[in-house]
């Protein structure tokens, strides 16, 4: 299963906190960043694995990506990094960050979707952000479908379409224990225990 789901599958998103580069609540406090209330962050640091200074320092990352000052950062704000661009599931990660689906990130968001990167994090929070990766609709598997697209994500070119979806058969026949045709998420863990998935998704700084 290395073979099939190599480890760079799960782990592509440490470019996210490159110092260079950097509540779907409304108000105010995270409509203008700059004037983000000391009571907000706190509620923030409390709910993240970051300590008030990582808070703030991804504060102000988010504001220099947030271009338009809007208080959130859309789909081609990211995209405008070159740092993300160039990942081929730069999409699936904006995605996972966009908690409520609503198209953009807001802070809090931005700050729960680092949070897993955390060296504070444990290993089940960085597992369920790689499973996330996967599981496209959030209904709590990974369809063989799912599977097919993420892997395209990254493969490209580089296999025919039949080709690829041979590997993604095979790792839905060896991973999926139930036998129900999908993966969940109790599945994908076993499936990866022997990575160092947990390691590869921790950055040193924030």
């Known amino acids: 299963l290395r073979r099939t789901l190599p480890d760079r599958a799960f782990l592509p998103t440490t470019q996210f906190a490159h110092p260079a580069s950097f509540s779907r609540d409304r108000s105010p406090a995270f409509s203008i960043m700059g004037n983000t209330t000391s009571a907000v962050l706190d509620n923030i640091v409390q709910g993240s694995n970051f300590d008030r200074e990582e808070v703030d320092r991804l504060r102000k990352r988010f504001m220099k990506l947030d ?11 990211f995209l405008s990094l070159p740092q993300i661009s ?89 991973a999926d224990l139930d036998k129900d045709g999908k993966i969940s998420f109790e599945e994908f863990t076993k499936m990866v225990e022997n990575t160092d998935v947990s390691m590869s998704m921790t950055l040193d700084t924030f």
């Open 67 to 77: 271009k338009d000052n809007s208080g959130t950062i859309e789909r081609d704000e």
């Open 86 to 174: 160039s990942n081929p599931l730069a999409t699936r990660m904006i995605a996972i960050f966009d908690e409520d689906g609503g198209g953009d990130v807001d802070f809090q968001e931005f700050v729960s979707g680092l949070s897993a990167f955390s060296s504070k994090g444990n290993k089940e929070q960085k597992l369920r952000f790689a499973f996330k990766v996967y599981d496209i609709d959030r209904d709590g598997y990974i369809s063989n479908g799912e599977l097919f697209i993420v892997l395209k994500m990254m493969v490209g070119s580089n296999l025919k379409d039949q080709q690829l979806q041979q590997i993604v058969d095979k790792t839905i026949m060896e």
